[in-house]
């Protein structure tokens, strides 16, 4: 008999990735089973597109996990992956629109910022009065360099570089569901690292 899940979460949320490891392998496939990918998206998108991103995910939030009793880490872990589920799709059906680009890029600012100004909200119009527009940009490259390497590659690709879904599924070497779900999940991380607009400009005159 193995390790009950009690303990294998105790030591999950601890660190022990190893304990981390069982409980996605106990409880992944099922999940995995339950996604929902109708026909039209199958050339483009996977589960396992699905559960790579998820398991990602997974192992850069266990440490803020919190049990609510039995079935809480697979319900966790489900509800991990129907959100990249829908990014993808939605993302994918984006892509089906004509421009133009949902992407917002403020007049005369470079990708950078016009970035920076997508995550935080704000415009960059006149520089910042805690920080200049190289500063920002500093800012936000050590933001990226935190992020895991596909998330930081994805981001990079599509945001910075200006690429379009296919151009980077193909210069990823990766599905075109699974860039998109890269990406979202990168730009979720750089809202929580780059935090809100107050961390750029302050309140005074």
Known sequence: MGPS??????????????????LLKRHGPRVARELSISDQ????????????????EVFLNIDRFCTQGGGSFPAWLRTIAQN????????LESEKRPPPSRRLEPAGEDSSL????????????TPSRRASREELK???????K?????YARAVRLFDLEGCT?????????????????????ARDRLREQLGSSSRFFSNGA
């Not at 500093?138 to 990226?144: G, M, N, V």
């Not at 935190?146 to 596909?150: C, K």
């Open 146 to 150: 935190d992020l895991p390497a596909d």
């Open 84 to 91: 990249n589920l829908r990014d993808a799709i939605r993302a």
């Open 41 to 56: 998206y199958h050339a483009v998108l996977d589960t396992d597109d699905v559960m790579q991103v998820t398991f990602v």
């Open 5 to 22: 899940e009690e303990s294998l979460l105790s030591k999950a949320t601890g660190g022990d990735q190893d304990a981390l490891s069982v």
């Open 165 to 185: 879904g296919p151009e980077v599924a193909t210069a990823m070497q990766r599905s075109a569901g699974a860039v998109h779900m890269l990406r979202a999940r």
């Open 114 to 125: 016009a970035l920076l100004s997508d995550l935080a909200g704000v415009t960059f119009s």
């Open 138 to 144: 500093s800012l936000l490259e050590a933001a990226i």
